[in-house]
T-cell receptor
Framework: DADVTQTPRNRITKTGKRIMLECSQTKGHDRMYWYRQDPGLGLRLIYYSFDVKDINKGEISDGYSVSRQAQAKFSLSLESAIPNQTALYFC????????????FGEGSRLTVL | GQSLEQPSEVTAVEGAIVQINCTYQTSGFYGLSWYQQHDGGAPTFLSYNALDGLEETGRFSSFLSRSDSYGYLLLQELQMKDSASYFCAVRDYSGGYQKVTFGTGTKLQVIP
């Protein structure tokens, strides 16, 4: 089983719908992240959480919200999806950043029509 | 804010050596990482440099010069399976937190 699991892996939805992407991890890491990937733009940080009570906005948080339900779970919500939120979304975890290493889930591909 | 620059595409021949450069601008710099991502897959960690110099891991090596805000990933004895996108990423400190910010990626195509 994967250490970082994302659900759903693929989702097609319509403009205006509420969408939740879920991430769970078995690595025991305190730190969790949501990134968005678009062709030619690399990975951009949406939100990050250093523990259950510590949640912070990344560089592109507008239109998104998150919930850290437990150490192992970090969900990303799009309250009212729009087409330019069509992208590949990655959840990642890290223990500490001394090694600069993030552990990524397999990604959730979201299409907003 | 942070910015990272790396070439968008590189083509190299199987068995050869290729170098992917990365320049960055950031405050509170801690270190530079490299990630590999195959099409449709998740990024996977390759290496991390916090200090100046060369770090070697098998066929892959990574270099950092903090004074030049520059690093590179060196891939030797290229194999077809090395065809992938490679991202540099800075670990830095801003807004009271450490974060990892990614470059836009270099797509490496290995040809026979």
């Amino acid at each position: 089983d994967a250490d970082v699991t994302q659900t759903p892996r693929n989702r097609i939805t319509k403009t205006g719908k509420r969408i939740m992407l879920e991430c769970s991890q078995t690595k025991g890491h305190d730190r969790m992240y949501w990134y968005r990937q678009d062709p030619g733009l690399g990975l951009r940080l949406i939100y990050y959480s250093f523990d259950v009570k510590d949640i912070n906005k990344g560089e592109i948080s507008d239109g998104y919200s998150v919930s850290r339900q437990a150490q192992a779970k970090f969900s990303l919500s799009l309250e009212s999806a729009i087409p330019n939120q069509t992208a590949l979304y990655f959840c990642a975890t890290s223990e500490r950043l001394n090694t600069g290493e993030l552990f990524f889930g397999e990604g959730s591909r979201l299409t907003v029509l | 804010g942070q910015s990272l620059e790396q070439p968008s595409e590189v083509t190299a021949v199987e068995g050869a050596i290729v170098q992917i450069n990365c320049t960055y601008q950031t405050s509170g710099f801690y270190g530079l990482s490299w990630y590999q991502q195959h099409d449709g897959g998740a990024p996977t960690f390759l290496s991390y440099n916090a200090l100046d110099g060369l770090e070697e891991t098998g066929r892959f090596s990574s270099f950092l010069s903090r004074s030049d805000s520059y690093g590179y990933l060196l891939l030797q004895e290229l194999q077809m399976k090395d065809s992938a996108s490679y991202f540099c990423a800075v670990r830095d400190y801003s807004g009271g937190y450490q974060k990892v910010t990614f470059g836009t990626g270099t797509k490496l195509q290995v040809i026979p």
